[in-house]
């Protein structure tokens, strides 16, 4: 009785484990994951690490600073890096880490938190 409650429990846990791992974060989630320590909790460039850094990071809420910049140059400072449109060193490239469709997803997130479109 015992080993089948176990086995059964056991199931249901793996089954759970396996279809949490299949899930798909959110451009929110890897935000969270790999951004906030840099732009803050709220995407105005006040994470936790600033004290330790050179240069600010990006205020990603500041509608008129991301609006000066295309979805394509988004995509690409998140893919290669900072030093790609000749920007800090301290970003890193997150190619590798995110695919190219959570980068285009992390830009439309991006545009939410700044609550605004590319500009000119």
């Known amino acids: 009785m015992h080993n089948k409650l176990f086995f059964k429990l056991l199931f249901t846990t793996l089954l759970v484990v396996s279809i949490q791992a299949q899930a798909k974060e959110t451009a929110a989630d890897n935000y969270k994951a790999y951004c906030v320590q840099c732009h803050g909790m709220e995407g105005n460039g006040k994470g936790v690490n600033i004290r330790d850094m050179s240069v600010?990071?990006?205020?990603?809420?500041?509608?008129?600073?991301?609006?000066?910049?295309?979805?394509?140059?988004l995509f690409k400072v998140i893919k290669e890096g900072g030093t790609s449109i000749s920007k800090s060193i301290l970003m890193p490239n997150w190619d590798g880490v995110l695919s190219d469709e959570e980068i285009r997803d992390m830009v439309v997130h991006l545009r939410t938190l700044c609550k605004c479109k590319f500009g000119s």
């Not at 600010?56 to 140059?73: E, I, L, W």
């Open 56 to 73: 600010q990071p990006r205020d990603h809420t500041d509608a008129k600073a991301m609006s000066g910049r295309s979805d394509d140059q």
